[in-house]
C-alpha cells in the first residue's frame, strides 16, 4: 500500500498512524494545524493507514478527532476494506460502533467481505456478515466472496459462507465455479466440502472444462480422487475429450491410473487427435494405456 503525502504535516501524521504513535498524532491533532482527514494524492487517510496498520488506539482517536469512516481513497478501499483485508477484526468492530458501512466498493467491484474471504480472515468474516455484508456481492467478472475464498483455499471461511447461505454453484462470468477453481487449485479438502454442499461436479466452463478435467491435467490426485468419489463418471466434454485425455496430456500416470480404476475408456479419442498421439513423451503412461487397450479396458 502507498502513502504518499502532501505536507509535511501530513506526512507526520500518516507516519505516526502507519508507526502507531499515539503521543505524536494525538499532538499533531491537537495542534489545529493539520486535518483529521489529511489525505495523500491516492486519497488515502490517516485513518485507513491505521485500520491497515493495525494500531487500534490510533484508529479510535482519529475517528474521536472527527475522522470521516467512510471516505474512499482513489482505488475505493475504505478504512473498513483495509483493516478487514488485514485481519485486524478489534478495529473492523470499533469501526462498525461508530457507523462504518459495508456498502462500498473498490473500483474493481471489491467489498469488506471479498477482502477478507480472500485473505482467509475468519473472524473478521464472521463480524462483517454480523453486520449486514452482502455474501452475494461480486467483483466485476462476477467472483463471489466464496469464489475467492474457494480459489486461495481458506476452508473455515468456506463453511462459515456456506453456513450463511452462500450460493455454492455461483460462477463467474467465464462459468467457473467456486469447485472448479478449488480443482484448478488442488485444495482436496475444499473439494470435498463444496461437493457434500450441493457443488455440481461435472458443470463446465465457458471453455468447456470441468473441475475434473483441470484436476487430472494439472495432477491434483487428491482432488481427482474426491472428484471420482463423488460419481465415477468421467464425464465427456463438448470437444469429445474427456478427464482421461487431460491426465495423458499432462503427463500425470497417478491420475491415468486412478481414471483407468474408475472406467475410462482408453480407446476413446477426442475431435482433434487420436490419444496415443498424446502420450508419447511418456512411455509409462503410453504402456499403461497399451496394456489396458489390450485387455480391453479391464
Same mark, same amino acid.
Given at each position: ?8 504535516? !501530513? ?6 498512524? #502507519?508507526?502507531?504513535? %499515539? =503521543? ?28 491497515? $496498520? ?7 482517536? @482519529? ?11 482513489? $482505488?475505493? =478501499?475504505?478504512?473498513? /476494506? ?21 456498502? /462500498? ?42 469464489? +475467492? ?5 481458506? %476452508?473455515?471461511?468456506? #463453511? ?18 467456486? +469447485? ?28 468447456? &472444462? ?5 484436476? !487430472? ?23 469429445? $475429450? &474427456? ?20 472406467? =475410462?475408456?482408453?480407446?476413446? &479419442? ?16 503410453? #504402456? @499403461? ?10
Amino acid at each position: 500500500m502507498s502513502f504518499k503525502k502532501e505536507t509535511p504535516l !501530513a506526512n507526520a501524521v500518516f507516519w505516526a498512524a #502507519r508507526k502507531g504513535n %499515539l =503521543a505524536l498524532l494525538q499532538l499533531l491533532l491537537n495542534s489545529g494545524r493539520v486535518d483529521a482527514d489529511c489525505k495523500d494524492s491516492y486519497g488515502t487517510t490517516a485513518l485507513m493507514v491505521a485500520s491497515y $496498520s493495525g494500531h487500534y488506539d490510533c484508529v479510535k482517536e @482519529l475517528i474521536m478527532q472527527g475522522a470521516d469512516i467512510n471516505l474512499q481513497r482513489e $482505488s475505493g =478501499a475504505t478504512a473498513l /476494506f483495509l483493516a478487514s483485508q488485514q485481519g485486524h477484526n478489534d478495529i473492523v468492530k470499533l469501526l462498525f460502533e461508530f457507523g462504518a458501512s459495508t456498502e /462500498f466498493k473498490t473500483k474493481d467491484g471489491g467489498t469488506a467481505l471479498s477482502a477478507a474471504c480472500q485473505h482467509g480472515r475468519s473472524s473478521v468474516v464472521e463480524t462483517l456478515l454480523r453486520n449486514g455484508a452482502g455474501m452475494h456481492d461480486q467483483l466485476n467478472d462476477g467472483a463471489t466472496p466464496l469464489f +475467492l475464498a474457494a480459489q486461495e483455499g481458506h %476452508l473455515t471461511v468456506i #463453511r462459515q459462507l456456506l453456513s450463511s447461505g452462500a450460493k455454492v454453484n455461483h460462477p463467474r462470468e467465464d462459468g467457473t465455479t467456486p +469447485l472448479w477453481m478449488a480443482a484448478q487449485m488442488g485444495h482436496s479438502e475444499v473439494v470435498k466440502v463444496l461437493l457434500l454442499r450441493g457443488a455440481e461436479r461435472d458443470a463446465d466452463r465457458k471453455d468447456g &472444462t470441468t473441475a475434473l478435467f483441470k484436476a !487430472a491435467f494439472k495432477g491434483h490426485n487428491s482432488v481427482v480422487e474426491e472428484l471420482l468419489k463423488f460419481s465415477p463418471s468421467l464425464g465427456l466434454l463438448k470437444n469429445g $475429450s &474427456t478427464a482421461l485425455h487431460a491426465a495423458v496430456m499432462g503427463g500425470n500416470l497417478r491420475a491415468v491410473v486412478l481414471l483407468l480404476r474408475a472406467n =475410462a475408456d482408453p480407446t476413446l &479419442t477426442n475431435k482433434n487427435k487420436e490419444l496415443p498421439a498424446d502420450v508419447t513423451k511418456n512411455e509409462r503412461i503410453l #504402456r @499403461l494405456l497399451r496394456t489396458r487397450m489390450v485387455d480391453g479396458g479391464s
